[in-house]
């Protein structure tokens, strides 16, 4: 390999020309260099002439685009015409991404061709016109080699050129063009580039592109660009440059999208770059997304905080949470006099709440830093995840309804385990509170939890330990506070009837989970899970009536197994998501209608008024306000009297174009309720609107929103 | 519960590694720390030249860039002009030991030798992580860090992103220009620029 560059350099070398006159073509070990022309009616004033480079590559070589990229330099042409003609930039193809390592450069692969048009301003008396060009070439595999070689060519002045024509034409009509009537404008906010273009043809609509800044050393070339279509508008964001070294006013970007079409569009900068500048140093959180007038304000992030701790403290009390602790709470009775012990546990059950809600929120900003479009309650957007939980609370409350005993069933080497070090056991029913109280963080503290999620990780994380803190401090307190410990009642056989009381808000969760799970998949797979639920509690309740040992207690287990696995294998292919053929239906209806962002467009250019209601089904709040002031006659009535077309988006299963309108509303969750009037840049209501703040959004209407 | 824990591994996994993803360092904001050996085997951290300039730059010696700057002595006399002042110069390789141009310590010191090179010390960063803190890409790519551990340049040797030795002559050298302006306790005009070069082979 040392010698690599040696050996290649002496082959191009030996490829360059050594007499007078250059041929049209540079031979290297990696690449084959041609010059070509094109003019096929003459070279003569008015007419297409055109000149290029074609450049072949070996496989797993590759040149550059105008902008290399990370590393790599742009192909660069220097010609010699006679006078009277004039050679203009290379046209650009669409470039490829072209990733090493960490790094992104943006090149060709294969055969390119690189057009260069010409001008001919007066007319040419020769028969044909001599052509000279000096090429400098970067080609890299991982390693990289500067090539260069002088090219020249005679041209016909008078007769056409056409031996490459299907080339240029291939060409001419796939690269990146202007489109007539689109408007592009780019802002600065948060460390990234915003970008929006609208009035892009409707055959790209929908459709992903692959994105490629003209300029370099703007935006961080392998960062995620996130993308989303709104109607008719592109937007994307792409971070920029942690050391930027251009601060353009214009930005080319050259959309590439799937499917062919090539398009490029100058975004002009609304914001200044000094702003930029101030954003990064001051590592302010992002504002809500411009252009919305928002009549709440974001929480501040000590608010936040606060708010997180006590919401984390009331969860204790929802029907997922309340009995996992209230037995915990009890156990303390059977070693209140040990206070060191009752320290560590405490401690222990601390760090296995506040680390599960830790990582559940790191998996998040993980998925969301890699493109992906999710919000808080992502966890019940999954089929799986919700037949999962709803098995886990059936097998805790048929436990707590004294059908079977936990310690039964765990192998004997953890049972040991956990015996010997009482720390684990509490970590991990630390693990197990957040894993039953995940489910309840979703439907009520979906949009605030929501919300912190757009602010910087270091930010959102402090949010989601204060929130597992929060379902820690009960806990935490009763052991460390020894009166507690002497409020607690005796402990007695009424106990025994406490816990099988307990079960029934278990049950209770199971319910909800299987109509959230009806809501994904239909009714055949929430039929489905409640057979398989039957059959856990049957082979739950054969667990405990096992004999103690012998064949037949091997026996049992092992058809308890094959009939639990047997079920869930039966039911799975009915928990496949994207067939909600009873969604629409439950949701939508009456009054309301399904929403779309075309929807939107095509009712506000109409001069409609327009309400939407973006909800789901594990979203409690968004059931509430449904039931409550969205169900309210006056509302209503006031909905009818201006006209106001009823719209709403369900969030209840994933969907990429719901998650980027949420977005572009600055909101990553639900409930949030959007009134556009028409006239002024869309409202947005609070997560728990009264009746009176959804009057007043509708009935007044533009004069009022002034703010 | 195993499997709980197993979960519970692989989401900590998904957090450091969303950890490491954090963007690279920016001019004007404080220069990583970091604890790399040199190539003779000794421990090298930017906090042991505290109060003094160091210039962090970039190398593989399979790089026509690099050997571009070499071969001109461009390196050499902008590291010489460099330490004249005070300032201190550590040259890193971030190639990964599987990589075709890897140079190991000896054969890297003894390339930069031969060329007549000094350089304070010489950073073998094989695991790459002193590179991706800086955002290094290229080689060559050049960094400026002043006395009190702030960043000052971050990006090219000089002006001319060619791999032509003829344009050494007529471009600006940024990281000199840099240095000048730094030590005379004004601010540094030109703070970033476009690395150009082969991709660092991390």
């Known amino acids: 390999m040392t010698n690599a560059w040696k050996r290649v350099a002496a082959l191009f070398l030996t490829a360059l020309p050594l007499g007078a006159t250059a041929g049209n073509v540079v031979q290297t070990e990696q690449v084959r260099a041609e010059l070509v022309a094109h003019a096929p009616e003459g070279v003569v004033p008015g007419a297409p002439v055109w000149l290029g480079l074609k450049l072949e590559h070996i496989p797993h070589w590759h040149t550059y685009w105008k902008n290399a990229g990370d590393s790599g330099l742009p192909t660069t042409m220097s010609w010699t015409l006679p006078a009277g003609a004039a050679a203009g930039e290379i046209d650009w193809p669409a470039p490829k991404q072209l990733p090493i390592g960490p790094l992104l450069n943006f090149g060709y692969e294969g055969v390119v061709l690189l057009p260069v048009p010409v001008t001919i301003s007066s007319a040419i008396k020769d028969d044909a016109i001599h052509v000279k060009l000096d090429a400098d070439w970067l080609v890299c595999k991982i390693e990289c080699i500067p090539q260069s070689g002088t090219f020249e060519l005679d041209v016909s002045v008078h007769q056409p050129t056409v031996a490459h024509a299907a080339q240029f034409e291939e060409a001419l009509a796939t690269r990146p063009v202007n489109v007539e009537g689109t408007e592009a404008i780019a802002r600065i906010a948060d460390d990234a580039l915003h970008f929006e273009v609208r009035g892009l043809p409707a055959t790209v609509r929908g459709v992903h592109a692959e994105v490629f800044p003209e300029i370099a050393g703007v935006v961080d070339n392998p960062a995620p660009v996130r993308q989303q279509w709104n109607g008719e508008t592109w937007s994307a964001s792409w971070p920029l440059s942690a050391q930027r070294s251009a601060s353009p006013e214009s930005f080319p970007l050259v959309l590439r999208f799937d499917g062919g079409s090539n398009l490029r569009a100058v975004a002009n900068l609304a914001t200044s770059w000094s702003g930029a500048d101030d954003a990064s140093k001051s590592g302010a959180p992002p504002s809500s997304s411009p252009g919305v007038a928002s009549t709440l304000s974001q929480p501040g992030f000590l608010t936040a905080l606060l708010f997180a701790l006590l919401g984390g403290v009331i969860l204790n009390l929802m029907p997922c949470v309340f009995p996992v602790l209230s037995l915990k709470v009890l156990s303390l009775t059977q070693h209140a006099d040990d206070a060191r012990q009752r320290w560590t546990g405490a401690l222990a059950y601390t760090a296995g709440v506040v680390l599960s809600f830790l990582s559940l929120a790191g998996l998040l900003i993980a998925a969301r830093a890699g493109g992906d479009q999710l919000g808080w309650g992502f966890q019940l957007q999954a089929p799986g995840t919700v037949v999962v939980l709803a098995a886990l609370f059936t097998l805790i409350g048929l436990n707590l309804a004294g059908v079977f005993e936990f310690g039964s069933m765990l192998p004997s080497g953890i049972a040991s385990l956990r015996a010997r070090d009482p720390r684990l056991d509490s970590f991990l029913t630390g693990v197990l509170a957040a894993a039953v109280a995940s489910p309840c963080t979703a439907p009520f503290m979906g949009a605030a939890l929501g919300a912190a ?43 025994q009837t406490f816990r099988v009381v307990l079960a029934f808000p278990m049950f209770a969760t199971v319910i909800w989970l299987a109509w959230v799970l009806g809501l994904q998949v239909g009714v055949d797979g929430a039929a489905a899970l409640l057979l398989v639920l039957l059959v856990l509690a049957l082979a739950a309740w054969w ?19 094959v009939l639990v696995a047997g079920a869930f294998l039966w039911a799975k292919p009915l928990w496949q998501p994207g067939l909600p053929a009873t969604r629409v239906g439950a949701d939508v209806g009456g009054l309301w209608q399904p929403w779309s962002p075309q929807r939107v467009t095509e009712l506000q250019a109409a001069g409609r008024k327009v309400f939407v209601d973006f909800t789901a089904a594990w979203c409690v709040t968004c059931q509430y306000n449904k039931r409550t002031t969205l169900a309210n006659d006056q509302v209503l009535a006031a909905f009818e009297a201006n006209k106001v077309t009823l719209l709403r988006a369900d969030w209840t299963s994933r969907d990429a ?51 | 519960m195993k499997r709980s824990t197993s979960i519970f591994a692989i989401t900590a996994a998904a957090l450091l590694g969303a950890a490491l993803v954090q963007a690279s360092v920016s001019v004007g904001k404080a220069a990583p720390e970091f604890k790399v050996k040199d190539t003779s085997g000794q421990e090298q951290s930017l906090s042991a030249y505290k109060g003094k300039f160091v210039v962090l730059e970039w190398t593989n010696p399979e790089c026509p860039f690099v050997q571009k700057h070499y071969d001109t002595s461009n390196m050499q006399s902008t590291q010489k002009a460099a330490e004249a002042k005070g300032a201190v110069w550590l040259t890193v390789s971030s190639s990964a030991p599987d990589q075709g141009d890897y140079r190991k310590p000896s054969e890297l010191a003894a390339w930069l030798k031969e060329k007549g090179a000094t350089p304070t010390a010489t950073l073998m960063d094989d695991d790459g992580k002193l590179g991706q803190a800086y955002g290094a890409r290229t080689t060559p790519h050049m960094y400026v860090i002043d006395p009190q551990g702030t960043l000052v340049y971050a990006g090219a040797i000089d002006s001319k992103a060619t791999a032509r030795k003829e344009d050494v002559k007529s471009a600006t050298n940024y990281v000199t220009a840099a240095l000048d302006e730094a030590m005379a306790g004004k601010p540094v005009t030109k703070s970033t620029s476009e690395p150009y070069g082969c991709s660092i082979k991390y």
Not at chain 1, 471 to 476: I, R
Not at chain 1, 673 to 683: C, E, L, M, S
Request: aromatic share 10%; proline share 10%.
């Open chain 1, 453 to 495: 999620l757009t602010w910087p990780a270091a930010q959102s994380l402090t949010v989601f330990a204060a929130l597992g803190l929060g379902v820690a401090a009960p806990y935490l307190l009763a052991c460390v506070v020894p009166a507690v410990g002497r409020w607690l009642p005796r402990p007695g056989p009424w106990m």
């Open chain 1, 657 to 707: 174009i719901i998650a980027g309108e949420l977005a572009r509303l600055g909101r990553s969750g639900v409930p949030v309720y959007v009134f556009y009037d028409g006239a002024n840049t869309p409202r947005l209501l609070s997560e728990l609107p009264s009746v009176e703040e959804v009057l007043a959004a509708v009935s007044h209407g533009p004069s009022v929103t002034k703010e």
């Open chain 1, 543 to 561: 667990w405990g009536q096992r004999p103690a040992d012998g064949f037949t207690r091997h026996l049992s287990t092992s058809v308890i197994f």
